[in-house]
């Protein structure tokens, strides 16, 4: 029994020690010793590489459609089968009444396939359509656009909290 025990003990040890062997990153700077101890460090391979996560920090990334145009826009990534979505709901009607006609409101339902596909033409039409594509699972969450800029304001998931949407939106309405 201890035999086994100390067995798969190693082959746990040998495996993690592969991992992080593997997991170093080919990027970071190296640095060669000789055998005379002389230090040399070349030169990062990756530093003239465009980041591949920079174009995912803002989604949207451009002006919205003309008909958002002048008002902040908030936008809900909608199901009718999500728990968060039922959560947030009274503060979103709340902030529907308190903001009528000074703030866009825009829902992508994500209830089901028809839905969806419905949501991915209203989000084409205005301009979400990148959005979207990048927070279509994440029911529950809101987001505050910019219509000029298409930048990402703020954004929370399943945050029912009335004072955190209207810390974004009061200052965004006297730009």
């Keep these: 029994m201890k035999i086994q025990y100390f067995s798969v003990l190693a082959v746990i040890s040998l495996l993690s020690l592969g991992?992080?062997?593997?997991?170093?990153?080919?990027?970071?700077?190296?640095?060669?010793?000789?055998?005379?101890?002389?230090?040399?460090?070349?030169?990062?391979?990756?530093?003239?590489?465009?980041?591949?996560?920079?174009?995912?920090?803002?989604?949207?990334?451009?002006?919205?459609?003309?008909?958002?145009?002048?008002?902040?826009?908030?936008?809900?990534?909608?199901?009718?089968?999500?728990?968060?979505?039922?959560?947030?709901?009274?503060?979103?009607?709340?902030?529907?009444k308190d903001y009528?006609?000074?703030?866009?409101?825009?829902?992508?339902?994500?209830?089901?396939?028809?839905?969806?596909?419905?949501?991915?033409?209203?989000?084409k039409q205005l301009g979400l359509i990148d959005f979207l594509a990048a927070n279509k699972a994440q029911t529950g969450m809101v987001a505050i656009i910019d219509p000029a800029t298409g930048k990402v304001l703020a954004q929370h998931r399943n945050n029912a909290n009335l004072a955190d949407y209207k810390t974004v939106l009061d200052p965004a309405l006297t730009q």
């Design 19 to 96: 991992t992080v062997v593997g997991c170093s990153n080919p990027c970071a700077a190296k640095t060669k010793t000789s055998a005379s101890t002389v230090t040399e460090v070349q030169a990062n391979p990756c530093a003239s590489k465009a980041n591949p996560c920079a174009s995912k920090a803002n989604p949207v990334g451009a002006p919205l459609a003309q008909e958002l145009q002048g008002k902040p826009v908030v936008v809900d990534v909608f199901a009718t089968w999500c728990s968060a979505c039922k959560n947030i709901a009274p503060t979103l009607s709340q902030l529907k």
């Design 100 to 123: 009528e006609g000074k703030v866009n409101f825009v829902v992508l339902d994500v209830s089901s396939q028809s839905t969806a596909a419905e949501a991915e033409k209203k989000a």
